[in-house]
């Protein structure tokens, strides 16, 4: 086998490596969402066995980098690849982190009745998930439309986050019993929000990777000039 | 000059904007706190100027560590010093994503009324910024011992995060009037504990370099080590 031809296998199993951790990332962003509509301890549990999974994916991803970087010492988009894939490897992981962060709030909330019937949150959910899958497929598939459809949707998630904190403000402005539930609630959009900005960055590094100019902090519009 | 001897140059060049990235990083998580106990616009403002600086630095060390990579084809210690200046680099450009968070909250309470005077915020940013500081010394450094009192201090910023938010949630049953503004403190101190949670990510980095060995995810058993 040449040289080459091992390093595109050495690529492909990377690639596969990064698509099942996100899609364990997305599972969990599931999970978790699941657990607070069910009010389900038993998914609860699935998503911190799920962590475990995450974390050690990650460590292995992130050796795997290093070893291709130092054995094949690649140049320009191949280079560009491995180091990306090392920062989307971060992302995923820390995406697994919010999930956690999410069912201990359901893990809280499941114990105490409803302040309200969820509409937005699980909404909101969706789409997050969606963004995670696509801003990977993108990256993988190096798809810059699918990239930016990422990127456009922040805006939308920043709008449902925006209107479950007022929702949610005057429930605890009319009947302070609903205060610390409520609250509880309001972290679950954050951290849904953060996981939202985890595939932003994402998609980002996709967009790098194709274009090979950072579109990162708007400098393309800076450096066309 | 021998090409190891400009390598050497490069990489303390590298070290140098990256110090500078940590300490302008700083400077803002200073700034917006401070805007928030003196009600001042102009500290807010301050915080928006220096972040284009910070996005700025994001780029130029990101694009320095690819050159670095795909010209001097480092491996081993060189190898893992440059993939964790490139992570170090995205954490320090994130602690100034929350830093402009900080300031925003600020924006809207400095309109309003206090709530209470302000005691464990500014404490629990103190310790923050230390962290942040001490995280960045200890990779330069490579000095363990400084790494590992980062990640001790995690717990103490925890402490003070759930502190701030028992107390605000005494404040908000008992008088209304203060849900809005008590919410926006509670997120000031959950933005704080990002940035800890960011200096905690780069110390881990510092620890790996090393030691050649990941710590991540086995944080707990190698503290009772």
Redesign the interface.
């Known amino acids: 086998m040449t040289t080459q031809r091992h390093f595109d296998e050495e690529l492909e199993s990377l690639k596969e490596k990064l698509l099942l951790m996100a899609s364990l990332a997305e599972l969990m962003i599931y999970q978790a969402i699941k657990s607070l509509i069910e009010r389900s301890q038993s998914l609860i549990d699935e998503v911190n066995s799920q962590e475990n999974k995450v974390?050690?994916l990650?460590?292995e991803i992130?050796?795997m980098?290093?070893r291709l970087?130092?054995l094949r010492?690649p140049?320009?988009v191949d280079?560009?690849f491995i180091?990306s894939a090392?920062?989307i490897n971060?992302e995923l992981e820390r995406i697994g982190d919010q999930a956690v962060n999410i069912s201990q709030c359901s893990a809280f909330l499941i114990k105490q009745p409803q302040v309200k019937p969820l509409i937005d949150i699980p909404r909101m959910a969706e789409i997050v998930q969606k963004m995670v899958k696509d801003s990977l497929d993108s990256f993988i598939s190096r798809d810059i439309n699918l990239a930016r459809s990422v990127l456009n949707r922040d805006d939308e998630v920043d709008g449902l986050k925006d209107q479950i904190f007022r929702e949610l403000?005057t429930f605890?402005?009319s009947d302070?019993s609903t205060?610390?539930r409520s609250?509880e609630l309001?972290l679950v959009s954050?951290h849904l929000e953060r996981v939202a900005d985890h595939a932003t960055n994402i998609a980002e590094d996709a967009i790098y990777l194709v274009q090979g100019k950072?579109i990162?902090?708007h400098?393309e519009e800076e450096r066309d000039n």
Chains 1, 2 share one sequence.
């Open positions: 974390n050690h990650h460590i992130d050796e980098c290093l970087l130092a010492q140049v320009a280079l560009r180091t090392m920062k971060s403000l605890m402005m302070q205060i610390p609250l309001i954050r950072d990162r902090h400098i």
